[in-house]
């Protein structure tokens, strides 16, 4: 009993923690990273100018020992 009652608390106290980690700041960098330092499936933000008014290059990272490529795309400015 008392270790499902500690299984419910965890998960409480996990869910009601998740909004907060969403609302961390955006950083929007100068330029475009060199490759291989993004993390694969990390996602930065880059505003060097060469999207559209509103946009900014959103990458993600790619994994060099697996041949997958970095993705870079212009999305809207995020919030």
Known sequence: MNLRRSLVMTILAI???????CLAAIEILKEEPPQGTIPFGKVVYVDDGTCPSGEVKEITGGDMRRSIPRQVRCVKRPE
């Open 15 to 21: 869910a009601a923690g998740l909004p907060f980690a």
